[in-house]
Every structure is written in structure tokens, then in C-alpha cells.
């Protein structure tokens, strides 16, 4: 039977600085992608992939220590703060073996006694140049059909 563990990666881009933090190497720092990323306990929560362009809420939860305070205050209540977030699975030797990544724009906190909960939008654009990433013609998608239901070829 085969092991898979999940690790997520947040690499949260402020006009200050850029703070990089996973949730699975508990108290030890991680290598992802050549980049160092440090431990810090969080949750996600939401849309966390999303193809469609429909602008997908996300939420990534923390307790309330003092990282998550410093992401705040380095995010200015993480409002327009880019968001790079990598959902890595692993085996069982630790090793990464797929990896899925998505773009969010930061557009508010919240905090409790308890909790810090950073809000997010997908930075995916269904109108701009690069979604879907290749133009629509007759011959990639057929008549084009009156709904909105596209088929790809």
C-alpha cells in the first residue's frame, strides 16, 4: 500500500517582503522549488483549485501566534497581497511526486483571540490572454455553441 502525504506551500508577497511558510515539516525549515520555506501552522480552506475563471474564494486559517501576526502587519491586512499557494503530495520517503499550484490576490483578514484568518480571490482571469492559453477557433472547439458549454479538442 502506498503512502501519500499532502505539504502545502504559501509564499505570501507583500510590498515589504516576501515570507514563505508550510504546513508539514512540523518546527523544521522545507526546500520547495529551490526556495526555503519555514513551518507554520495553518489550515486552507475554500477553492483551492479552480478552472473555470470564476474567481474563487480561499481562506487560510492560523492560530493566533506570532507568525501569523507578523504575516498580517507585513500584509497590511492583506489587502492586495499576491498569494503563490503549492499543494505538494509526497511519498512516503518524503519526496515529492506531484504538485499543484495556484495564484491568489489577498483582500482582507479577520482575527479572533484564537484564530487569524487570512481571505484571498484566484488570480485566475477566464477573459485575460492566458486562460485557456490557446486561442478558440472551429477547429480546437467545433461550432461554437450558443451556452456557454466549450468542449476541448
Do not use: C, H
Not at 501519500?4 to 504546513?23: D, E, F, G, S
Not at 529551490?34 to 495553518?42: G, K, M, N, R, W
Not at 499576491?82 to 511526486?97: G, K, R, S, Y
Amino acid at each position: 500500500m502506498t503512502e501519500i502525504r499532502i505539504a502545502q506551500y504559501l509564499k505570501l508577497a507583500t510590498t515589504a517582503q516576501t515570507l514563505r511558510y508550510q504546513n508539514y515539516f512540523v518546527a523544521q525549515s522545507s526546500s520547495f522549488l529551490s526556495e526555503t520555506y519555514d513551518f507554520a501552522p495553518f489550515r486552507a480552506e475554500g477553492a483551492l483549485a479552480s478552472l473555470n475563471g470564476d474567481n474563487e474564494n480561499l481562506r487560510i486559517l492560523f492560530p493566533n501566534v506570532e507568525v501569523a501576526l507578523r504575516l498580517l502587519e507585513q500584509a497590511n491586512g492583506n489587502r492586495l497581497s499576491d498569494l503563490t499557494f503549492a499543494t505538494a503530495w509526497l511519498n512516503a520517503n518524503e519526496q515529492v511526486i506531484n504538485t499543484v499550484t495556484d495564484y491568489y490576490i489577498g483582500i482582507g483578514a479577520s482575527y479572533s483571540e484564537t484564530t487569524i484568518e487570512l481571505r484571498f480571490r484566484s488570480a485566475v482571469d477566464s477573459v485575460g490572454s492566458a486562460f485557456p492559453s490557446r486561442t478558440l477557433t472551429r477547429d480546437l472547439v467545433g461550432p461554437l455553441p450558443l451556452n456557454s458549454e466549450l468542449y476541448l479538442r
